[in-house]
């Protein structure tokens, strides 16, 4: 079962992007008390967490991205966003939503969404 990302795209430097990332229907009870993130993955990198939502406010951003960068949850639709302000060419990578159960801490991964931004 994959989550399932959009909103990826082509954008210049110092332009925004909004990455949404939706629960599929076969595993909505999972989103509840879950914890749900974004990760991304430059060429030539490993995969690193870029920022991730507890589930009720608490949130936590890596620090290339902070102050840039907002991540939501929407618990009625069960779906996360990643707001991307001010974007760098550094930014460029594949993004992948992430969600961890609670309680077996069974992980989910979106199928990944490319970003890039031009300088």
């Known amino acids: 079962v994959q989550l399932q990302a959009s909103g990826g795209g082509l954008v210049q430097a110092g332009g925004s992007l909004r990455l949404s990332c939706a629960t599929p229907?076969?595993?909505?009870?999972?989103?509840?008390?879950?914890?749900m993130g974004w990760y991304r993955q430059a060429p030539g990198k490993e995969r690193e967490l870029v920022a991730e939502?507890?589930?009720?406010?608490?949130?936590i951003y890596a620090d290339p991205v902070k102050g840039r960068f907002t991540i939501s949850r929407d618990n009625a639709r069960k779906t996360v966003h990643l707001q991307m302000n001010s974007l760098k060419p550094e930014d460029t990578a594949v993004y992948y939503c992430?969600?961890?159960?609670?309680?077996?801490?069974?992980?989910?991964w979106g199928q990944g969404t490319q970003v890039t931004v031009s300088s």
């Open positions: 939502v507890i589930s009720g406010t608490e949130t």
């Open positions: 992430h969600l961890i159960r609670s309680g077996d801490l069974t992980q989910y």
């Open positions: 229907t076969t595993i909505l009870s999972v989103f509840t008390g879950s914890t």
